[in-house]
């Protein structure tokens, strides 16, 4: 809607307004304005190894061909017919020459190319110019493995779009150069609002209750106490946003991350502590830990899409990934303990949609959205660090990172263009960025 303002967010009080979970002009616009612009999480590497494979993904709710061409590069195509919009691929994944649509037979490349359209002199009489026909194709660009994709021709580069994030994200995902692999990924619609599934990723405030019975559970196999208030509030970890995104991570004590597995933080691993020192240093390879994240706009928690499919509808795509570094019985773990939390059947998300469909859906209600929700925990409570890069929580327990998260959403929802967001200057220095490539 041209000349609208979006302030859906006090930064004073907290209060959120709750409409922008249901209202559908609203969500037109994340569209536009976010999933057009936005670096999007899309797929992984280890999805498509060989010359003529293909993965079929999203970028919100555009379906996009991720190909593997036969010089090995990467493209990211609009799977829909420069003639009257079919599908070009109508399966998950696969490998091929080419792709042919099943109206009229147009014919496009692996990179996108118009390559054949039936009756071209006879019918078209010589005059379609099959080089201006071409897929429309989608920047791409990897971090470790991970294929991001942006429609924007102005997006700063994905390097710079994660910034300092990557300085939190390399203790998971560029522990080891060995690299990973995903699996999956395992989907399910949920009648949410996509962002709801985003802001929790830095909510452990629910934890001790919502999870209650399935976090205490966990602790009893492994002979811990309950996970109470008490605990939690104990914790050692802040919430940090950074450069648009969110991370909460765990300080532990000094050492304690010699040996332990880049997948599994708990389980002994073969001893990789070396080569995490060489590529991460002495304090992030052996005392800190990356906990729940999400990545600007839609990426949550590693490798798992919210794909938005309506303003209360949210397809879940989760992958496990795991490291190359790992045993085969690690990877089974990772792949076991995945499956086991996650997912329409896992014990901690199942609790956790039930929140996420009532917060959505209190959007709904006119007598509510005069009242508004309330995000101000810890306001006021933030500070800078020397250390950790993003602007962070004094305790563990905040929704600092959810109204940076919703100031981040005004942001992208009120510019005219990439001109008009702001990112974070870059503390961390990189030489050579391990696994960035465009
Ligand atoms: Fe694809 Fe006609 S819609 S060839
Ligand atoms: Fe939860």
Same mark, same amino acid.
């Not at 859906?8 to 907290?14: A, M, R, V």
């Not at 924007?152 to 700063?156: L, N, R, T, Y």
């Not at 050492?255 to 708990?266: C, E």
């Not at 101000?376 to 006021?380: E, K, S």
């Given at each position: 809607m041209a000349g609208t303002k979006y302030e859906?967010?006090? &930064? !004073?009080?907290?209060w959120l307004d709750p409409s922008i979970y249901t209202d559908q002009e609203i969500y037109r616009r994340e569209m536009t304005h976010i999933f057009g612009r936005a670096w999007l999480l899309i797929g992984h590497d280890s999805l498509i190894p060989n010359p003529g494979d293909f993965f079929h993904t999203y970028m919100g709710e555009d379906p996009v061909i991720l190909s593997r061409g036969s010089d090995g590069s990467v493209n990211v195509l609009l799977?829909?017919?420069?003639?009257?919009? /079919?599908?070009?691929v109508r399966a998950d994944d696969g490998n091929c020459n080419s792709f042919v649509c099943s109206?009229?037979?147009w014919t496009y490349g692996l @990179? +996108?190319?118009? !390559?054949y359209v039936p009756g !071209?002199?006879?019918?078209?009489y010589g005059e379609? @110019?099959?080089?201006?026909?071409g897929l429309k194709r989608a920047r791409v660009a990897t971090y470790a493995g991970l294929v991001f994709a942006t429609w924007? !021709? @102005? /997006? #700063?580069s994905l390097e710079d779009y994660l910034g300092d994030a990557r300085w939190y994200l390399d203790m998971e %995902?560029?522990?080891? +150069?060995k690299g990973t692999y995903a699996v999956g990924p395992h989907k399910w619609i949920q009648p949410i609002n996509w962002k709801t599934a985003v802001d929790n990723?830095?909510?452990?405030?629910?934890v001790p209750v919502s999870h209650a019975s399935a976090a205490n559970a966990m602790f009893r196999v492994l002979g811990e106490p309950r996970f109470t208030h008490d605990r939690l509030f104990q914790m050692k970890g802040r919430a940090a946003f950074v450069n648009g995104h969110q991370v909460q991570y765990f300080k532990m004590p000094e050492?304690?991350? /010699?040996?332990?597995?880049?997948?599994? #933080?708990?389980a002994t691993a073969e001893d990789d502590t070396a080569e995490a020192v060489e590529r991460l240093g002495e304090f992030r390879a052996k005392s800190v830990v990356l906990g729940t994240h999400s990545l600007f706009p839609n990426t949550v928690l590693g490798f798992r899409l919210a794909i &938005?499919?309506? &303003?209360?509808k949210t397809e879940f795509w989760h992958f496990a990934l795991a490291s190359n570094a790992d045993t085969p019985e690690q990877q089974r773990e990772v792949l076991r303990v995945h499956t086991a939390r996650n997912g329409v059947t896992g014990h901690f998300e199942a609790d956790d949609v039930d929140n996420w469909r009532q917060v959505s859906e209190s959007g709904l209600s006119g007598t509510y959205r005069e009242l508004g929700q309330r995000v101000?925990?810890?306001? +006021?409570h933030t500070h800078t660090d020397d250390v950790f #890069? +993003? /602007?962070?929580?004094?305790? %563990?327990?905040?929704?600092n990172n959810h109204r940076h998260f919703y100031r981040r959403w005004e942001e992208f929802m009120n510019a @005219?263009?990439?001109?008009d967001i702001p990112l974070d200057p870059q503390k961390a220095t990189y030489e050579g960025t391990a696994g960035m490539n465009e």
């Open positions: 859906i967010l006090d &930064p !004073e009080t907290g799977n829909m017919c420069r003639h009257r919009g /079919a599908r070009l109206y009229h037979a @990179d +996108g190319e118009l !390559e !071209e002199q006879e019918v078209y379609l @110019d099959r080089s201006k026909l924007a !021709e @102005d /997006a #700063p %995902f560029n522990r080891s +150069g990723c830095s909510d452990w405030y629910h050492d304690s991350l /010699a040996g332990q597995s880049k997948s599994i #933080p708990t &938005p499919r309506g &303003p209360l101000n925990l810890g306001i +006021g #890069p +993003g /602007a962070l929580s004094d305790r %563990f327990v905040s929704e @005219d263009s990439w001109a």
